[in-house]
Structure formats: structure tokens, C-alpha cells
């Protein structure tokens, strides 16, 4: 079994408002966890307008299979034109 866990912190610039925020960030989690069936969570920085902070748990039996998956959410989520990628860190297990 492998793990693979992802932390992804995002600048939202569009962002005025927590309300603002909350909508953006559920539509990335919606669209993720429905399209690769992982665990994912806002851990960090609950409370400020314009940035998030992502906790993403992938788990499958093959480490090549976790390391695509990780690589095409990071991508995915590139593509999303309301947020940018200010920090990301992994880690197979």
C-alpha cells in the first residue's frame, strides 16, 4: 500500500470575502475528490481572504499509480484560472 500526501497552499486574488473564498475553494474540492476519489481537506488559514491551504490524501497499491495521481491534481488545479500555487509539498509513503 502507498500513500501519498500533498500540501498545496493557493493565493486567491479575486477574493473580497471569507463568503468569496469558501465558494471557490468548494468548487476545487468538489471537482478533485470527485474526479480522483481522494481525501481532501482546507487545513490552514481558515480565516484569510486570499489564501488557502489544502490537505490531499491519495492511497493505492502501486507508488507510480499515487505519484500520476499527485501530478495530475497539482495540474488540475493549476488550471483552475481563480487561484495560484504559492507553495507545494509531498510525500510518498
Do not use: H, Y
Request: hydrophobic share 40%; proline share 1%.
Amino acid at each position: 500500500m502507498t500513500v501519498g500526501v500533498l500540501k498545496i497552499t493557493l493565493l486567491i486574488p479575486g477574493s473580497r470575502s471569507l463568503k468569496t473564498k469558501r465558494q471557490i475553494v468548494r468548487s476545487i474540492k468538489e471537482k478533485i475528490k470527485g474526479k480522483f476519489n481522494i481525501s481532501i481537506a482546507e487545513v490552514g488559514d481558515q480565516d484569510l481572504w486570499q489564501r488557502c491551504e489544502l490537505g490531499i490524501a491519495a492511497v493505492n497499491s502501486s507508488r507510480k499509480l499515487v505519484e500520476s495521481m499527485i501530478d495530475k491534481i497539482i495540474n488540475n488545479i493549476e488550471l483552475n484560472g481563480n487561484v495560484r500555487i504559492i507553495d507545494c509539498q509531498r510525500e510518498i509513503l
